[in-house]
């Protein structure tokens, strides 16, 4: 099967998993939510928010998976590939918004402490783990190395650690009668979210601004296009990301000038071809010269 086709049945899959995932936790969104009202929880009505964001993300990551599958256009002619890169900062920046307001809401239930129905809160805490770890380990499972899977399956994630600590929380209750506990594991919650979404923002833009991919040294790169023989020298090597996982060069590569036009097109179907087995780059652009070019002024 080629890399092509293998890439496709990887998207579908992805696509799949998304599909269950966003179906499962749009569900129990709404289970968290009444519960929260019902047992009085900031716990819970943090991870229904929480789920909410979860649902949104789902969503987006959905969409932008389809978007990436669109052929190149006129008006986009390298396609949409990066579309899932703006779901995957969408995602973060609406997690951080999340988590200003868990701060905000917590702080005031430390200053007026609630009572909170711990039997409620641990039992509807226990589902939700469940269903956020379910849903983490088919995310993980079909993430791959793209950044909008990885963002779908970090909202999970955050989401079992969240419920994990909202079940803390009415273990708490339950015991200690400590109904503080309740806007604490809020604000736990909050943090979490905070530490991985800063992160996900970060790569997602390294990416919207054309960075160096991750794990691509550029200098390895342009020593192992040098040792080819019929390379003289390489300059203006430049490294990017289409999308989170479609890494793409260009660069000018000047050969011996006594090669002919066939020669040296053989020598580029070459390096290309070492650019793929070696460092799985796809899309290159090979500019082939005789000799250095001009400074430009």
């Known amino acids: 099967m080629s890399g092509h086709h293998l890439h496709n049945h990887e998207r579908q899959h992805q696509a799949s998993a998304l599909r269950i995932a966003l179906v499962v936790n749009g569900a129990f969104m709404f289970v968290e939510l009444f519960a929260g009202i019902a047992f009085d929880s900031l716990a819970l009505l943090a991870d229904a928010g929480h789920m909410l964001s979860d649902v949104g993300a789902l969503a987006i990551a959905l969409v932008g998976h389809r978007l990436v599958s669109r052929p190149p256009s006129p008006r986009h002619t390298y396609g949409l590939q990066r579309a899932e890169v703006l779901g995957a900062q969408l995602n973060s920046v609406v997690l951080l918004a999340l988590a200003v307001w868990l701060f905000i809401e917590a702080f005031e239930r430390l200053r007026d402490p609630q009572v909170v129905a711990g039997v409620g809160l641990a039992v509807v805490a226990a589902l939700g783990l469940a269903v956020n770890l379910g849903s983490a380990v088919l995310l993980h499972r079909n993430r791959g190395t793209s950044l909008n899977m990885r963002g779908a399956f970090l909202h999970m994630a ?18 200690f009668d400590a109904h503080w506990l309740d806007p604490i594991a809020s604000i736990g919650i909050g943090l979490l979210i905070i530490g991985s979404s800063w992160h996900l923002l970060a790569e997602a833009t390294h990416v919207l601004l054309e960075g160096t991919p991750r794990g691509l040294d550029v200098g390895m790169l342009e020593m192992a296009m040098v040792e080819d023989p019929a390379v003289d020298s390489i300059h203006h090597l430049h490294v990017w990301n289409l999308a989170s996982d479609v890494p793409a060069l260009s660069a000018h590569v000047v050969v011996g000038s006594e090669r002919t036009l066939h020669e040296a097109q053989l020598h580029s179907d070459r390096l290309k071809e070492m650019l793929h087995d070696r460092f799985g780059i796809d899309h290159a652009t090979l500019e082939l010269e005789c000799h250095d070019c001009a400074p430009l002024r």
């Open 158 to 175: 955050l989401d079992a650690v969240g419920s994990l600590i909202a079940l803390g929380a009415g273990f708490g209750v339950v015991a």
